[in-house]
């Protein structure tokens, strides 16, 4: 697995999920599977089926946790340059419409395991994560849409 780009929060968010599911979880799965084994033949029981079901799916996310947790790269927010977009960076940009600007947007780089998009939380390796690395306060950033139409930005603070 690669690289997995997370800030200590994101970090310990995992950590709580992963301990929530090994202690938790894996329990009350391991419960149902046994009150299903207890209503008779497991070839026509559906309760038997939807436990064991479940318990893969936790199972894999505990893998996914584990893996993600072993391979994690803190993003240190401190001492990040305000001169230069990064991973971490808060971003202040202007959509534009010609030359002119449109409202002020202000988004997050982080890495894909904490992208949000409903919280501003754009991951460093979506189209506009892209297009801010490395950009600096005064750009003018192009990114495509996914319909093709080339979209333009102006970096207009740096966090």
Do not use: W
Request: no cysteine.
């Amino acid at each position: 697995m690669n690289e997995v780009y997370l800030t200590r929060a994101g970090l310990e968010d995992l950590k709580r999920r992963h301990e929530d599911l090994v202690v938790n979880k894996r329990k009350e799965v391991a419960e149902r599977i046994k009150i299903a084994r207890e209503f008779g033949d497991l070839s026509e029981n559906a309760e038997y089926d939807a436990a064991k079901e479940e318990q893969s799916f936790v199972e894999s996310e505990i893998k996914d946790l584990e893996e993600k947790i072993q391979n994690a790269v803190i993003i240190e927010e401190d001492g990040l340059s305000k001169h230069e977009v990064s991973l971490g960076s808060t971003v202040v940009v202007a959509f534009l419409i010609g030359d002119e600007e449109d409202e002020d947007e202000e988004y997050q780089i982080v890495g894909t395991t904490e992208a949000d998009a409903a919280n501003n939380r754009i991951s460093n390796e979506s189209p506009l994560g892209k297009a801010l690395i490395g950009g600096k306060k005064g750009d003018v950033v192009e990114m495509t849409a996914p319909g093709g139409n080339t979209i333009r930005y102006r970096i207009k603070e740096i966090k």
